[in-house]
T-cell receptor
Framework: GQQLNQSPQSMFIQEGEDVSMNCTSSSIFNTWLWYKQDPGEGPVLLIA?????ELTSNGRLTAQFGTTRKDSFLNISASIPSDVGIYFCAGQLTGANSKLTFGKGITLSVRP | DVKVTQSSRYLVKRTGEKVFLECVQDMDHENMFWYRQDPGLGLRLIYF???????EKGDIPEGYSVSREKKERFSLILESASTNQTSMYLC??????????????FGSGTRLTVV
């Protein structure tokens, strides 16, 4: 099946730094979502985006729905140790009847 | 909050055994999904269901089957477990009806080891 492109596979940052992740696709999506998976747990929804150009924040997290509808960005500001985990992007293709397409995820490590 | 509960967090089974992974959701969601997660491969869809007694194959259905006799319960069955089915298995549910208002809600996962 189709997957979204997330790279690099791993990122290492210092506590307090900001970090940006992006997610790209060759297809248009009408919904973008960002999930975080803590070690040993299932993914949890962080932010959902429903309109092209939409910018949404959730605490230190900010995500944007790209204007081309083919990409999305997630920014984490002032990182803390509990930000470690795997960050997945997901999109819904038009007419997909609720089935999401996921990126492979980015594993974030935060050095104290 | 919607809760998706997977019956076991850790499971160890022998090669050739029939394995049942159970998933229950408590918010009347129409759609339920089973994924497996392996390092470097992301989330891969095994099977999904849009309604009771309905099921559709995902991207990697070989070696698996599913059962949805009640709306709230979606079971994944490994007919004859093999070592290459050692993985993290994640169940998810969503509202349905073509809506993705809040995406999927995932369970905590079952880490299955086949020896």
């Amino acid at each position: 099946g189709q997957q979204l492109n997330q790279s690099p596979q791993s990122m290492f940052i210092q506590e307090g730094e900001d970090v940006s992740m992006n997610c790209t696709s060759s297809s248009i999506f009408n919904t973008w979502l960002w999930y975080k998976q803590d070690p040993g747990e299932g993914p949890v929804l962080l932010i959902a985006l429903y309109k092209a150009g939409e910018l949404t924040s959730n605490g230190r997290l900010t995500a944007q729905f790209g204007t081309t509808r083919k990409d999305s960005f997630l920014n984490i500001s002032a990182s803390i140790p509990s930000d470690v985990g795997i960050y997945f992007c997901a999109g819904q293709l038009t007419g997909a009847n609720s089935k999401l397409t996921f990126g492979k995820g980015i594993t974030l490590s935060v050095r104290p | 909050d919607v809760k998706v509960t997977q019956s076991s967090r850790y499971l160890v089974k022998r090669t050739g055994e029939k394995v049942f992974l159970e998933c229950v959701q408590d918010m009347d969601h129409e759609n339920m999904f089973w994924y497996r997660q392996d390092p470097g491969l992301g989330l891969r869809l095994i099977y999904f269901s849009y309604d009771v007694k309905m099921k559709e194959k995902g991207d990697i259905p070989e070696g698996y089957s599913v059962s949805r006799e009640k709306k709230e319960r979606f079971s994944l069955i490994l007919e004859s477990a093999s070592t290459n089915q050692t993985s993290m298995y994640l169940c998810a549910s969503s509202l349905g009806g073509g809506r993705v208002d809040y995406g999927y809600t995932f369970g905590s996962g079952t880490r299955l080891t086949v020896v």
